[in-house]
Each structure stands twice: as structure tokens, then as C-alpha cells.
């Protein structure tokens, strides 16, 4: 698997790092918990057939601390508006984001469903339901939360894990990132649950693919027909067989094949 093309660009004083590959129309695909720190096999199953950009928001791995300028969902909202305008990609644009970011890719889809072309959400948080809650990750033990994010820990390890033969400062280094990274999606759910989205998710016209494993310990499948409910425009399920919250990760071909088939 060859890698992408890395470039930066500036948002609100901050640069973002973007990995860019493929050709044809642009897809951006925007990664949540552990944001992405290297190129993996989804994005490259992406690339094969569509233009996949994706963009690291402020305080993922590869980009600067913007995260600390940013303190509720509207400032989330328009941070990420001026990050896919920044990386080039015009409206109406189609939009893939997985887990957490699905909060912010569904603010944008309930603030302007026409800058959107099409829309996935991967086990998307967004909605809270007192009598069935989402989890919060960050009130989970470290030695447990790996395994609340996928079914297959090597696959988790293969994307997120530091090399185990790189140098020891070279590891901490990653360690230090993935912490940053922890820091600024907790800025991004905080206060965790529910930040408004319930209010608003009606205004979402734009047509939506739900994405959720069946192992999914964090946001329970059951949520894919909440936000079904919610969202005013067409609206389809999958719910992928042996893949955990990061279904994407755990199974990354049956996932991007949804997302080709869906936009085309």
C-alpha cells in the first residue's frame, strides 16, 4: 500500500495536517476517536475509486493545538466548514466521518444540508438517551478502552499503535500525540452525551448512510434508527457484521465498499 500525499493548510491561526490520494471527485472522510495517525487500509479502498482527503482537525495527530480555541459546537462547526474549504473541496461536498466526528459532520449537514452531497456516519455520537447512553470513553480505564473501540485489537494496533522498533523517544513522542489527540476530541464531546444536536437533527435533508458494527460497545446499533428517525432526508442502515464502534477499522473493506456504493 503506497502512502498518501501530506500537506498543510491553515485554519483559524492553526495547521492542520490533510493526507490526500486518488483521483476523481473529492471524498472527505474525517476520523474521531484516535484520530489518524497513519494512512490505513480504508482510506486506501476509498481512494481507489474517489479523490479521498482527509483532514486531521486541530489537535489530531499531524496537526497544531488549535483545539484550545475551540469551546462549544458552533466553534467546532465553523472550524471544520473553513477545514474542508481549505483543503480545496467545494460544495456540495460528501462527507464520510466516524465516530465522534459525526458530531460535527451532522452539525454541518442540520446548519446547511445544501453544502453537502452526501453523507456517512460510522457509529456516530451526537445523540444521548438517558434510558440506553453512549459511553464515555474517557471515563474508562486505558487498559480497557482499546477494546472498546474495535473487535480485532491487531487491527487497532496496526492503525493506531506506535512502531514497536522505533526508538524508545520516538514512541513516547507518539504516546505524547495520542494523548493530545484524547484532549482535543474530550473538548469536542464535552459536556459529554449531548450537545444539542437532538434539537436540530431535522434539519438534515441530506441524504444519509448509517454505518454501525453489531459489537459496537460505545454507541449501541440501536442509535443508527435514532438518528434515522431524526434526519428529514432519505436515510439507510448497515450494520456490519464482527466490527466493534470503529467499524471502519475492524472491517475495512466491508465498510468502504457501503460508502462506494452509496456515493457513487
Known sequence: MSQATERFVSVNGSNCRVLEKGEGKPLVVISGYGGLPRWDSFHELLSMKR?????????????????????????????????????????PADIVATSVAGMVASEIAAASSASLGKLVLVGSYGLYVDAEPTVNLFAQSPAIRTKLMVADQERYKAVF???????????????????????????????????????????????????????????????????????????????????????????????AKLVLDFVG
Not at 170 to 180: C, F, K
Not at 196 to 214: A, K, M, N, V, Y
Not at 227 to 238: H, K, L, M, V, Y
Request: hydrophobic share 40%; proline share 7%; glycine share 8%.
Open 51 to 91: 479523490k479521498v482527503i482527509a483532514p486531521s482537525m486541530p489537535g489530531q495527530f499531524g496537526s497544531e493545538r488549535g483545539h484550545e480555541k475551540l469551546h462549544n459546537p458552533l466553534d467546532w462547526l465553523a472550524m471544520m466548514q473553513d477545514l474542508i474549504a481549505a483543503c480545496g473541496v467545494t460544495a
Open 161 to 255: 499503535a506506535a512502531d514497536p522498533a522505533s526508538p524508545v523517544e520516538e514512541q513516547e513522542e507518539w504516546a505524547m500525540l495520542a494523548y493530545r489527540c484524547d484532549e482535543a476530541v474530550a473538548r469536542l464531546v464535552w459536556p459529554f452525551g449531548s450537545v444539542g444536536l437532538e434539537r436540530r437533527i431535522h434539519r438534515i435533508t441530506t441524504p444519509t448512510l448509517l454505518i454501525w458494527g453489531d459489537k459496537d460497545q460505545l454507541v449501541p446499533t440501536s442509535y443508527a434508527k435514532r438518528f434515522a428517525d431524526g434526519i428529514s432526508g432519505p436515510t439507510r442502515i448497515e450494520i456490519v457484521k464482527d466490527a466493534g464502534h470503529l467499524a471502519n477499522v475492524d472491517q475495512p473493506e466491508a465498510v
